[in-house]
């Protein structure tokens, strides 16, 4: 079956940085674009970066560019992110995403 597991969360003072990663099984990961959710308490959960099947162009929500980069192995079959500059406002359950498939999110704290 689709799995999606997210780990790399944790604890970080603000202007810390942390990856997230994302081990993808059960389906034909080269084959789908990637993407990744966060969701803050009280707050609906909304995209935050997607890059495609190939890795070749990526995208990012304006709250997160320059600072977040995302990116992909496709041997692996992990999906990774990069979190630069972490702001208080970072704080969330970050998922990660492909299609219909959801991880059960790791925890970001950004906090001093």
């Known amino acids: 079956q689709v799995q999606l597991v997210e780990s790399g969360g944790g604890l970080v003072q603000p202007g810390g940085s942390l990856r997230l990663s994302c081990a993808a099984s059960?389906?034909?990961?080269?084959?789908?674009?990637m993407r990744w959710y966060r969701q803050a308490p009280g707050k609906e959960r909304e995209w935050v970066a997607r890059i495609t099947n190939s890795g070749g162009s990526t995208s990012y929500a304006d709250s997160v560019k320059g600072r977040f980069t995302i990116s992909r192995d496709n041997v692996k079959n992990m999906v990774y992110l990069q979190m630069n500059s972490l702001k208080p406002e970072d704080t969330a359950v970050y998922y990660c995403?492909?299609?219909?498939?959801w991880g059960q999110g790791t925890q970001v704290t950004v906090s001093s």
């Open positions: 995403n492909a299609d219909r498939y």
């Open positions: 059960g389906f034909t990961f080269a084959r789908y674009a």
